[in-house]
Nanobody, 117 residues
Framework: QVQLVESGGGLVQAGESLRLSCEASGRNFGIYGMGWFRQAPGKEREFVARIRWSGGTTYYADSVKGRFNISRHRVKNLVYLQMNNLEPEDTADYYC??????????WGKGTQVTVSS
């Protein structure tokens, strides 16, 4: 089983930055990729960014390209989401996702990000 713990959420003003972190722990898992999704009140969960563990290829939603950056620490099984120039529309609960070898999906419990205008 894999456990994911997110941190780094909070309340900021528009234009400010936050960095989210997610640490994966557990036994007997190989990571194919990790990423972030978000869910705003009354909306469906949406993809934000992901990174392939081997090679580090990154993918972003159009709404965050140029503002957010995803990175990883392979040894520590950590993934980060640097969020710059935040907008009120970025307000949501952010969830860490891990895709393990074998296409197993795991989710964190989420961390709240609130951006005031």
């Amino acid at each position: 089983q894999v456990q994911l713990v997110e941190s780094g959420g909070g309340l900021v003003q528009a234009g400010e930055s936050l960095r989210l972190s997610c640490e994966a722990s557990g036994r007997n898992f190989g990571i194919y990729g990790m990423g972030w999704f978000r869910q705003a009140p009354g909306k469906e969960r949406e993809f934000v960014a992901r990174i392939r563990w081997s090679g580090g290829t990154t993918y972003y939603a159009d709404s965050v390209k140029g503002r957010f950056n995803i990175s990883r620490h392979r040894v520590k099984n950590l993934v980060y989401l640097q969020m710059n120039n935040l907008e009120p529309e970025d307000t949501a609960d952010y969830y860490c996702n891990l895709v393990a070898v074998g296409d197993r999906n795991f989710w964190g419990k989420g961390t709240q990000v609130t951006v005031s205008s």
